[in-house]
């Protein structure tokens, strides 16, 4: 566990998954010729109809700013209120309206890690201290709850963050093990990220601990539907929760086009199984190809493994030099693991014959 209440000037813009134009000029590569494993999105990418529904959006018209239409979607499929619903550019706006609103000079936010960075980003820009509450290499990336628990009745943050399942770890935390983190909050919120929750085989349903009031879910359209460029996502909150976060969000920050895809996404359940299967199908040949080659892979529930290779830095450049592009987890503080997002089988064995080339 680290404790810093030093807030910087600017706080530093955190490092993403996604292919570098740059790096490709650099190596004479373009998009169309890489294989991007870098990013944990749907492998079949978005539905098809979404192209079509785009080509009708009226883009002279102001989009709506309250996102009714998906707004009351989300609600027939996931049973909550829509007015407990608010709809985000992408969940990372979301993150960055929870810690605006619900923290500030002098406020804490607790952070598992290892994880998504922006966590910690807009903690900082809020002005308040961060707490992180590490799970180490020895434990295989588990939590020790118990000892989480106690930190977070202790210090009492504002806001205390869990990616679940954890990105980059691919971890999932039962029910009883996230109540008693609510419980522990008090007064603060847990902010439940799940943006890759619908890659998990008989996930529990975590709309029911809205009802104890200090739990937000977010969740995110870009990596169930693939809408990456359009970013969209939304939270399902407390009612108090979600008026709060709709005063705090700038005007039409949900543009029409990403409003006219996210409701054609949502109305494709299919595409998003066909998705599914996909990525377990992968996930099940990746893991099994990955050991015998005699990298460690850990256990994962997400449409992503985390694998240790010894140098990540320059494994991903020597792969990405052929085509093929992974996340080096540096950034995570993981130097020497990549992760791999989950794409379909005959990319995944394109990426093991690359990588018996390079290893």
């Known amino acids: 566990m680290a404790y810093s209440s030093q807030i910087p000037k600017r706080a530093n813009r955190p490092f993403h998954g996604g292919v570098s134009l740059a790096e490709l000029n650099a190596l004479g590569l373009t998009r169309e010729e890489v294989i991007d494993f870098s990013v944990n999105i749907n492998p079949l990418g978005p539905p098809p109809g979404v192209a079509a529904a785009l080509s009708r959006v009226n883009i002279a018209a102001y989009p709506d700013p309250e996102c009714r239409e998906i707004r009351e979607m989300i609600s027939r499929l996931t049973g909550v209120s829509p ?25 804490q936010a607790l952070i598992m890690v290892p994880t998504f960075a922006e966590y910690e980003t807009a903690a900082r820009l809020a002005g308040a201290g961060v707490v992180l509450q ?7 990336f588990i939590w020790d709850m118990s000892a989480v628990c106690r ?5 009492q943050p504002g806001l205390v963050f869990l990616c679940q399942p954890n990105n980059p770890t691919g ?11 609510a419980e522990a909050a008090g007064q603060g919120l847990l902010v439940l990220d799940e943006a ?22 977010l969740r995110s359209m870009t990596k169930d539907y693939a809408l990456t460029g359009l970013r969209l996502g939304y939270a399902l909150c407390p009612a108090g929760v979600a008026r709060a976060l709709s005063v705090s969000k700038p005007s039409w920050s949900v543009n029409a086009v990403a409003q006219a895809a996210g409701l054609t996404a949502l109305a494709d359940r299919e595409h998003l199984l066909r998705g599914i299967s996909c990525v377990q199908e992968g996930r099940g040949y990746l893991h099994l190809e990955l050991g015998a080659l005699g990298y460690k892979v ?42 791999i997002g989950v794409r379909t089988l005959p990319e995944c064995q394109r990426l093991l014959e690359v990588l018996r080339e390079v290893k």
């Open 134 to 140: 590490e799970a180490v290499e020895e434990n295989d």
């Open 196 to 217: 890759y929750i619908s890659f998990v085989y008989e996930a529990w349903d975590s709309c029911q601990l809205l009802s104890q009031g200090n739990v937000v879910v």
């Open 171 to 181: 971890r999932y935390l039962e029910r009883e093990a996230v109540e008693s983190l």
């Open 151 to 155: 930190e977070v009745r202790h210090r």
């Open 298 to 339: 850990l256990p994962s529930v997400a449409n992503f493994l985390l694998v240790k290779v010894g140098g990540a830095a320059a494994l991903r450049k020597r792969l990405l030099r052929r085509g093929v592009c992974v996340r080096d987890c540096t950034s995570f503080g993981l130097s020497e693991y990549i992760r």
């Open 83 to 107: 007015g407990q619903i608010v709809i985000g550019n992408g969940s990372t706006e979301l993150i960055h309206l929870l810690a605006h609103t619900y923290l500030g000079k002098g406020s």
